[in-house]
T-cell receptor, first 113, second 112 residues
Framework: EAQVTQNPRYLITVTGKKLTVTCSQN?????MSWYRQDPGLGLRQIYYSMNVEVTDKGDVPEGYKVSRKEKRNFPLILESPSPNQTSLYFC????????????FGQGTRLTVV | AQSVTQLDSHVSVSEGTPVLLRCNYSSSYSPSLFWYVQHPNKGLQLLLKYTSAATLVKGINGFEAEFKKSETSFHLTKPSAHMSDAAEYFC??????????FGPGTSLSVIP
C-alpha cells in the first residue's frame, strides 16, 4: 500500500530537548516536504526536498532542520524546541511532476512545554 | 507570485442541500490544482485533481470541481451534503516548479 508514515503520532517534550520526527514514503517519490498546521494559519511549509541531498527552506524554516540522505526518508529535527513550535506537523511526498498529487502522513501532534 | 485563495473560512449547509466551496488561484503558469479533505484528527485525503485534461473533474464521495481559466477559479461542489462531509477542505496548487501552495482552508459544517 502506498503510504507516508510519520512517527511518532503524538509527542510531548520539554523546551530545549532535541527531538526528531521521522517520515518515510514507499512510493519512490523525489519530492518530500514538511508542513505545520496551526489554527487560523492553515498549513505552512517548513522545508522541502526535491531529491536526495537537495533540501530548501519553505515559508517557516526557523528552528527546524531536515536531511535527505535517502530517497525514502525525510526526518524533521528540532534541535532546541520551544513552546511556539507546538503544532500539528505533516510530512508529504509526491512524484517529480507538477501534475501529481501529494500524499500526506497522518500527522504528528507535538506539544512543547 | 503564485497563490491560492479560499474565499470562505467557514461554510454551513443543511444535510441534503448543495455544497459550494470556493477557490481562486493566481499563477504565472498553468497550475495543477487539487482539493483535499481533512477530517478531525486525521491526515489529508485527496478528493480530486485538475491537471489540464478536462475542466470538469469528478472526485470521490460525489464531489466535483470545475476549472475556469477565465475566472481563475476551481470551486468544489457536491449536489447533496451528507453529515460525513463535515470537515476542513483545502484547495492546493502546484506550479511547474513543483512547489505546493495551500489555500487557508474552509471548514464545512453540515446541519442535520
Amino acid at each position: 500500500e502506498a503510504q507516508v508514515t510519520q512517527n511518532p503520532r503524538y509527542l510531548i517534550t520539554v523546551t530545549g530537548k532535541k527531538l526528531t520526527v521521522t517520515c518515510s514514503q514507499n512510493m519512490n517519490h523525489e519530492y518530500m516536504s514538511w508542513y505545520r498546521q496551526d489554527p487560523g494559519l492553515g498549513l505552512r511549509q517548513i522545508y522541502y526536498s526535491m531529491n536526495v541531498e537537495v533540501t530548501d527552506k519553505g515559508d517557516v524554516p526557523e528552528g527546524y532542520k531536515v536531511s535527505r540522505k535517502e530517497k525514502r526518508n525525510f526526518p524533521l529535527i528540532l534541535e532546541s524546541p520551544s513552546p511556539n513550535q507546538t503544532s500539528l506537523y505533516f510530512c508529504a511526498s509526491s512524484a517529480g511532476q507538477s501534475n501529481t498529487e501529494a500524499f500526506f502522513g497522518q500527522g504528528t501532534r507535538l506539544t512543547v512545554v | 507570485a503564485q497563490s491560492v485563495t479560499q474565499l470562505d473560512s467557514h461554510v454551513s449547509v443543511s444535510e441534503g442541500t448543495p455544497v459550494l466551496l470556493r477557490c481562486n488561484y493566481s499563477s504565472s503558469y498553468s497550475p495543477s490544482l487539487f482539493w483535499y479533505v481533512q477530517h478531525p484528527n486525521k491526515g489529508l485525503q485527496l478528493l480530486l485533481k485538475y491537471t489540464s485534461a478536462a475542466t470538469l473533474v469528478k472526485g470521490i464521495n460525489g464531489f466535483e470541481a470545475e476549472f475556469k481559466k477565465s475566472e481563475t477559479s476551481f470551486h468544489l461542489t457536491k449536489p447533496s451534503a451528507h453529515m460525513s462531509d463535515a470537515a476542513e477542505y483545502f484547495c492546493v496548487g502546484k506550479t511547474s516548479y513543483d512547489k505546493v501552495i495551500f489555500g487557508p482552508g474552509t471548514s464545512l459544517s453540515v446541519i442535520p
